[in-house]
Structures are given as structure tokens and as C-alpha cells.
């Protein structure tokens, strides 16, 4: 996969140089080049905002600059992605979504906002939440890793994500390690049983349990197998 960035602050991205991402680069997996678009900007300060039309608040980013950037970048095929809290929410299946694609070019913007017309250049509009960050070099971050360890063979195990939290549709069961007694907390007697079929059973009826009490919403669109369906209604009935 190649990803291009276009940002003010290329620095704040040393976290990709780091564990999965890191590695997935080293391998040849991923390919991450940076374009600091203040370089292509044409006015004698090197500005790249400026007040918005009609007033108002805060600074937006001038068209030019990213529109030079971008003309230096061969995307004709890429999925061009703009950080802005107006976006699609960006989660799990989003995530599985971009790992599918061959070319990413993310474009963080800082200040107010953006001029209306570098939205032209752009595929998808995404946001990681109803909240508001000073740029979008973080939520980038968070994209590219969410991302980047879904491509084949970037993980040790080919379906070490498909039992992640939401891949499949509900929170992940609770997980143990040695010891096998901690602090007086001690490991589920049915993970140190060998038995395999009672252990699936234990995983799945604990994926439903921590869903009903924390993420319900998950469940209203979930697609339950009639195994799960029975459990879900005994842990109802225990509650």
C-alpha cells in the first residue's frame, strides 16, 4: 500500500516509525511519504491561511497550497481522505474498507477549517468522533494504524485481527496469561480445562455479556447464529 500525507507537521507522525506500522514499512508492506504543503505555497510569507469570506472566526486554509501539492502527487486512483469533524465516523469495517485499497492520501488540515473548494479534490470526508482536535495529523495516525495492520501478512498471524474488538461485530472476550493465580485473582477455571468447545462457548457468551453492558448499540445491528441468540437470552435472564 502507498500513503501519502500532506501536512504542516510531518513530525508528529514518529509514531508510524514504530511497532506494527514500523515494521509493516521495513517490510515493504506499506510505503508512507510525507508532503508539507507550506513548501508549495506561492506568496512571499509562505502563508497557508487566511481569513474567510464574509468574517467570522479563526483562519482557513487557502486552496492553493494543497491544490499545488496534490498536482505533484499521482492520484488518480487513490482514495483521497480529508480530516474534518463533518466526515463519516471512521470505525472498524471503515478500517477494513482502506486496507482493500492500493493508494491513501490523507490531507490534515489545522486551524478553522478549509477553503470549500480543496473538498474537490477529496473521495471521503472522515471523522473520528464528535469532538474537535487541533489538526488532523492525529486522527491520520489513528487511520493509518487501524489501517495498516489489516493488510495481509502485516500481522504474525493471518487472522490474528478478525477476533479484534468489532471485527467481529462485538467486543472481545476477556484474556488471560500466566500466572494462573494472581493476587488472589485467578484464571477462569474453563481456559485451563483443554477443552475446546467449552472454551469457544466461554469466549462467545463473554463477548455477549461485555457487549450488552457496554457497547448495546453494537447489538442492534448484529447478525446473531441461533447459538448466540440462546445465549444472549440466558445472560438476560441472569441479570
Known sequence: MKIDILTLFPEMFSNLEHSIVGRARDNGKVQIDFHNFRDNATNTQKHVDDYPYGGGQ???????????????????????????????????????ELAQEEHLVFICGHYEGYDERIKTLVTDEVSLGDFVLTGGEVATSVIIDATVRLIPEVLGKAVSHEEDSFSSGLLEYPQYTRPETYRDMKVPDVLMSGHHENIRKWRIKESLKKTLARRPDLLETYDFSEEEKIMLAEIKSEL
Not at 76 to 87: E, H, N, Q, S, T
Open 58 to 96: 479563526g483562519m482557513l486554509l487557502m486552496p492553493q497550497p494543497i491544490f499545488d501539492t496534490m498536482d505533484k502527487i499521482p492520484h488518480d486512483k487513490a482514495r483521497v481522505i480529508l480530516l474534518d469533524p463533518a466526515g463519516r465516523k471512521f470505525d472498524q469495517k471503515f478500517a477494513e
